[in-house]
Each structure stands twice: as structure tokens, then as C-alpha cells.
């Protein structure tokens, strides 16, 4: 079993320094590539200005973590799809409101011939039952 001293010695040689070394910066460099995706396919869903996109896009270029914190602050808050239907949902409400208030304001009218049907039909259905209890 190797010593304490020869672990520190290992972990201190350059060699293995640098691998771990690359290790780390090619761990941040993917890092900041993902970066880049995820906020480049947020703003395409959130807006549909160009420049909006690219500023948004660049600001998490330049200034990685920091302006992925900035993009987050100023970025819309709904997507597009979100919008959308919000949108229809709202027209569909108000439709349904303008219909309800429309009927409300119109009385119906009762036509003559259903009136004299329905004191037709109450007269049969009275005779009906005077018969059945007989």
C-alpha cells in the first residue's frame, strides 16, 4: 500500500496537474457552450425580433455566467406559444361574454302557434290522465 507521502507526490506531479487541469477547463468550456444553446433556443421561443435574439445571444457569449444572469432579468416572460394562447383563450372568453350579453338583451319571442301547441297539448295530456283514472 502506498504511502501518504507518495499519494501527495503523485497528486503534485506535473503531469497529472495538468491533466486535471484539462479536465476543468474542458469541463467549463462545455459548460459554456450548453450555455449558449439553452439561451439560444429560449429567445428563439421567447421572441421573434432578430435583434433581440442576437444581443441576448452575445450577452451570454461575451460575459457567460454573468450575462446569463443579465439574459434571465431582461428576457420576456412568456414564450411565443404561451402568448398564443393566452391570446385565443381571451378572444374565446370575450366571444362568450358578447354572445351571453347579446341573448340576454333579446328577449325571445314566443311564435302564436307554440302557445295555442302547448294549451292544445296540456288539454290532451289532462284528458289522458282523467281517462287512465277512470
Do not use: C, H
Amino acid at each position: 500500500m502506498p504511502s501518504l507521502s507518495e499519494i501527495i507526490a503523485w497528486g503534485t506531479s506535473p503531469n497529472v496537474s495538468r491533466i486535471i487541469i484539462a479536465i476543468l477547463v474542458g469541463y467549463i468550456i462545455l459548460l459554456w457552450i450548453s450555455i449558449i444553446i439553452w439561451t439560444t433556443k429560449d429567445i428563439v421561443s421567447r421572441s421573434n425580433n432578430v435583434i433581440y435574439q442576437l444581443v441576448s445571444i452575445l450577452l451570454v457569449v461575451i460575459f457567460n455566467l454573468f450575462g446569463l444572469i443579465i439574459y434571465i432579468t431582461i428576457r420576456p416572460a412568456k414564450t411565443l406559444i404561451e402568448k398564443f394562447f393566452e391570446d385565443l383563450e381571451y378572444e374565446a372568453l370575450s366571444q362568450t361574454t358578447e354572445e351571453k350579453t347579446q341573448s340576454q338583451s333579446k328577449p325571445k319571442k314566443a311564435s302564436g302557434r307554440k302557445l295555442e301547441n302547448n294549451k292544445s297539448n296540456k288539454k290532451k295530456n289532462k284528458k289522458k290522465k282523467k281517462n287512465n283514472i277512470t
